[in-house]
């Protein structure tokens, strides 16, 4: 029992970790609270600092997932992998590190799924990339992606799989509302990392 409270406790403090703050401090002297949509997370990370620190900042945010999902395996523990990547997926939402104040959760999501199912990780991504080269919205994407995910994972009859993508689909519209309504109204923005070399 005493294992399974760290685990989550550990999980949800690897969630915490703000990537996107923590780049932007240290190799870019910019705080990206004070840029773009104020958001922690690797879009406002790719808008404010460019592609090199958005990269970095999304494949950090992956991997707080992806090992806070094995902790489990890591430790011994009998605990669901998925329950350990929820929790790392409310620290990077809430993050005790930021002032409560995080990210939207898609790419730590998407981590969990990498260390609990890697071949969904693959299509997830492939999804994402391909839904974003049309779209050209990190936002619509991410939600397109996550109902995709919702739907593919009823075919794997995984009960706890099933919940837990409902949960992290449901996480990533709600952190996405004000996105849905600047889509409604037209004013989102689009991708323009790839013109830019920063």
Known sequence: MAVNVLILLLAYLL??????LIVGKLFY???????GSGNLGGTNTFRTLGVKAGV??????ILKGTLAASLPLLLGSELHMLLAGIFAVIGHMYPVFAGFRGGKAVATSGG?????????????????????????MVSLSSMLTSAATFILSLFTR???LII????????????????IRRIRNKTEPKVKWFDKKK
């Open 158 to 160: 995984d009960v706890p």
């Open 112 to 136: 969990i799924l990498l260390a609990y199912a890697p071949l969904l990780f693959l299509f997830i991504l492939v999804f994402f990339l391909v839904s974003l080269y049309i779209t050209k």
């Open 56 to 61: 970095a900042v999304t494949l950090a945010d």
């Open 15 to 20: 969630g915490s970790i703000p990537s996107g």
């Open 164 to 179: 837990v993508v409902t949960l992290l689909a449901a996480f990533v519209i709600y952190r996405h509302r004000t996105n």
């Open 29 to 35: 002297k910019t705080d990206i609270r004070e840029h």
